[in-house]
């Protein structure tokens, strides 16, 4: 099974920017679906970006979020530009093999077998 770690979180002022990785070991990350989830405090974790043949975006991260991967460093990213103080949240990212995966199902927590401890993001206003 897969590893996960999470680093890049801090605290950055709005408008800017902020690169997150999630490091992947035990698997080659290049056979899973990847996702980027985040939770707010007293909120529901939820869908910010996932990749796979393609990659899918939530609204609010549509334009200002790029989710990636380099396959030679087994690891994913979540690139954050236009910071605003609604990103506040831990981020997490998540994983599916392949074969797994279901594409219409990529926003949804259920669909992913595994996740990392999550990072913290403070955005300031």
């Known amino acids: 099974q897969v590893q996960l770690v999470e680093s890049g979180g801090g605290l950055v002022q709005a408008g800017g920017s902020l690169r997150l990785s999630c490091a992947a070991s035990?698997?080659?990350?290049?056979?899973?679906?990847t996702a980027w989830f985040r939770q707010a405090p007293g909120k529901e974790r939820e869908f910010v970006a996932a990749?796979?043949?393609?990659?899918y975006y939530a609204d609010s991260a549509k334009g200002r979020f790029t989710i990636s991967r380099d396959n030679a460093k087994n690891t994913e990213y979540l690139q954050m530009n236009s910071a605003k103080p609604e990103d506040t949240a831990v981020y997490y990212c998540?994983?599916?093999?392949?074969?797994?995966?279901?594409?219409?199902?990529?926003?949804?927590?259920?669909?992913?077998?595994?996740w990392g401890q999550g990072t913290q993001d403070t955005v300031s206003s």
């Open positions: 998540a994983a599916v093999p392949v074969w797994k995966a279901a594409g219409s199902r990529y926003f949804l927590k259920s669909a992913y077998d595994y």
């Open positions: 035990g698997q080659t990350l290049s056979d899973y679906a």
């Open positions: 990749i796979s043949r393609n990659t």
